[in-house]
């Protein structure tokens, strides 16, 4: 194994506190749990003395009822990053990494942490080496939903695909009600998701993946090698949390239409760019003047104080991520401070 340094994180890690307007977070503010509904007083907790396998259970079948599988299919993770690494690491062994770019960068430094071949090319997965398919939906950095239509060719395509990871961390912004889960639409399809994102809750540590019988307890069998089990505390929690869904669905909504509506005035009134808004909390900006994207996003901080993610972490070269997760007037004053930059750069 040779691990391999993930530079947004670095990015985001390094430079967030210098930023005056950080754009740079994918993931919705911190909620406060009581004020939706959830008890976290841990003497709450600590009373109710359950075991480690009744709060397990009972987070599983909050999940699993959220996507209406059973919760033999769900494994408990440490967030999206112990969920990422557990199947590249287990179901991936021995297999080679297709990774379609732009991708969220996780999804191609993990496999290659791991040693295995990674190509960027889906027609790839058809060599003479048998693969895992790794993608995202929505897409980070692009924010654009995978469509089903295309997700059913790549499962049903003659090749050496063996499984196709889907990690579907923002893919319960697109819905309303309750979110749908492309794990179920062919026997390669496991998928992964975290309360990171839509929930604010990134210091839970709380993930989740979905995957049959078989994948399942291969994948429990390489989590209690690596973690154990996660944070009985965490898990009592998160469960609390997706039964007060609703009200966190409300409020990820509210964040993202007032700040998607900002992001839209952004585009139409910035010469030089262009993007598409998806259902995430982001979208990938190209820009037609400039340096390559790691040296205009450090130009972009030290002229303006305003804190993006460079295009290139993510296969994307002359772009940059641009999260609107903040509050309004943090992102307001980092697209006006872009729009002024972008005006005037060379």
Not at 44 to 58: H, N, P, Q, W, Y
Not at 120 to 142: E, K, Y
Not at 278 to 306: H, M, N, Q, W
Not at 312 to 339: H, I, K, S
Request: hydrophobic residues 40%; proline residues 6%; contains cysteine.
């Amino acid at each position: 194994m040779r691990p391999t340094r993930d530079k947004l994180f670095d990015w985001i890690l390094g430079l967030g506190p210098r930023s005056r307007y950080n754009l740079t977070s994918s993931g919705l503010p911190e909620p406060e749990l009581r004020s939706m509904g959830v008890e976290a007083s841990f003497e709450e907790f600590a009373s109710e003395g359950k075991t480690d396998t009744e709060i397990l259970g009972g987070f599983a079948e909050e999940v699993a009822k959220l996507y209406g599988v059973s919760p033999e299919n769900v494994v408990a993770t440490s967030g999206a990053s112990e969920a990422i690494f557990l199947v590249y690491g287990v179901l991936g062994h021995g297999l080679r990494a297709v990774v379609p770019l732009p991708n969220y960068p996780a999804m191609f430094t993990i496999p290659r942490s791991l040693d295995m071949g990674v190509g960027g090319l889906v027609s790839r997965a058809g060599g003479a080496r048998p693969s895992i398919l790794g993608l995202t939906d929505s897409n980070n950095p692009t924010g654009r939903s995978l469509g089903d239509e295309a997700l059913d060719e790549l499962a049903a395509a003659k090749g050496n695909a063996r499984v196709i990871f889907i990690n579907e961390t923002y893919r319960e912004f697109a819905f309303s009600g309750r979110p749908r889960t492309h794990f179920g639409r062919s026997a390669k399809i496991v998928t992964c998701s975290t309360m990171t994102k839509f929930y604010g809750l990134g210091r839970l540590r709380v993930g989740w993946i979905l995957a049959d019988g078989p994948k399942a307890q291969r994948l429990l069998n390489g989590k209690w090698a690596i973690s154990g089990h996660d944070s009985e505390y965490s898990l009592w929690l998160a469960t609390q949390v997706l039964r007060q869904r609703h009200r966190f669905v409300e409020r990820a909504h509210g964040i993202y239409d007032r700040n998607a509506a900002l992001v839209r005035r952004f585009l139409e009134r910035t010469e030089g760019v262009s993007s598409e808004i998806g259902p995430a909390p982001f979208c990938l900006i190209r820009y037609k003047k400039g340096p390559p994207s790691v040296d205009f996003a450090r130009r972009l901080l030290e002229k303006t104080g305003t804190l993006v993610s460079p295009g290139d972490f993510f296969g994307a070269p002359r772009a940059f991520r641009l999260c609107f997760t903040a509050d309004e007037q943090t992102l307001q004053g980092g697209l006006d401070a872009l729009t002024d930059y972008l005006g005037r750069s060379p």
